[in-house]
């Protein structure tokens, strides 16, 4: 089992940034893969980013791509989400989610992929 808690949303500005975070509590964190998704009012929950577990390979929808970084520390059971240059379409919920323990990365842009998913936190851009 593993919990996953996010942090770090919040009210920001076009064109700034803000860093979420996501606490893991339970065993062999190190051996899950971690991605990150949004869900926007009205609509479905969307891919952003995911990080392996055995490379840290990361994986970016397009839109991501150059503004966002995934990273984890497994020191600290953490999988972080920096994104620069926030637009307010970027406006969301924002999802942690886990999957594994050893899994590959098939289908890493599917969220029934993900096998444990945080609460959420909420990431809002005003132009």
């Known amino acids: 089992q593993v919990q996953l808690v996010e942090s770090g949303g919040g009210l920001v500005q076009a064109g700034g940034s803000l860093r979420l975070s996501c606490a893991a509590s339970?065993?062999?964190?190190?051996?899950?893969?971690m991605g990150w998704f949004c869900q926007a009012p009205g609509k479905e929950r969307e891919f952003v980013a995911a990080?392996?577990?055995?490379?840290?390979?990361?994986y970016y929808v397009d839109v991501a791509k150059g503004r966002f970084t995934i990273s984890r520390d497994n020191a600290k059971n953490t999988v972080y989400l920096q994104m620069n240059n926030l637009k307010p379409e970027d406006t969301a919920v924002y999802y942690c989610?886990?999957?594994?323990?050893?899994?590959?990365?098939?289908?890493?842009?599917?969220?029934?992929?993900?096998?444990?998913w945080g609460q959420g936190t909420q990431v809002t851009v005003s132009s």
């Open positions: 989610a886990a999957r594994g323990p050893g899994s590959g990365m098939r289908g890493y842009m599917d969220d029934v992929r993900y096998n444990y």
């Open positions: 990080i392996s577990w055995s490379d840290n390979t990361t």
């Open positions: 339970g065993r062999a964190f190190s051996r899950y893969a």
